[in-house]
């Protein structure tokens, strides 16, 4: 299995390290192979598709997610554990897995989870996927966690869009949809998930709706509605768990699309940007302007010059 991400090892003082570990994935408590409290590891970040993704290297005995730490730290995800060299033993609730290199484990963030190393160098990735939305998409069939089966020909369709998402440039909410799809159907196949709930069901219409017609400047979520065939507040209220309107969402989607169009461009004069901008769904410039600044911090004429 060709190898995702190569993550350096370095000495660090645990201490360090379980820092740099609740800066990114929360608070962990990490138990070293000696008594020096040195361990050789190293965390560092990115954006992987739309997802948050933690990389990180180690060769701790193990690292734990007691009860303590979750009431210390909640924040409310599933960690889509991507074990990329080395290996690892993830026990969660009634679920224990031996990983090898290329295997996968949903982590729920919000019960006790144990990870262990056995002094071995392990690297891993770490997707982080928001709770609400995967349960609000296909209900607590993930609660307490679930290993991802690599018997399953989903597995290769999932980690090949992992895959993708390393290597594209730019926040790439197509590759993210097509994940959670993909997610969906091996719920599904498993027969975990059972049958999605309407609700469920027109969310994932429209995010991927959204995701096909963010480009078109006529399309807002009135039209989402419309082709969705429910009123605009019905529509709010399934947005609701996610924290954000569907206008909100759309104006996200282009603003990223335009963010990574952007940034794939060497040289971009000015009225390159503002084609960018039309291209991208905007009809206002002023507008386009004032919330690519208030997102990314930059103007979008400085995103391209940096590229």
Partial sequence: MQSLMTPGHKPVQVEILEAEIRKVCGSFDLEPMRRSGVV???VTTRRVGP????????????????TRSIRQDPGEYFFLLVQDAGQCRVEQGDHVAELLPGDMFLVDSVKPSTFLYRGER?????????????VHRFGNACAGGLPILRDDPLWVAMRAVIAKMLLEDGAQAQLGEAFLCLMGAYLHSSRVAGVAAPAETLLSRALAMIDRHRADPAFGPRELATRLNVSERMLQRHFRPLGETP???????????????????REQPSEGVT???????FNDLSYFYREFRKKYGATPGAVARCH
């Fill in 40 to 42: 050789n590891g190293d």
């Fill in 51 to 66: 997802f948050d993704t933690a990389i990180v290297a180690l060769d701790a005995s193990e690292v734990a997610r007691s």
């Fill in 122 to 134: 392990s690297n891993q990735v770490s997707l982080h996927i928001p709770r609400d939305e995967v």
């Fill in 247 to 265: 206008g909100h969402r759309l104006l996200n989607r282009r603003l990223e699309l335009a963010h990574a169009r952007l940034t794939a461009r």
């Fill in 275 to 281: 084609a960018v901008a039309f291209d991208c769904g």
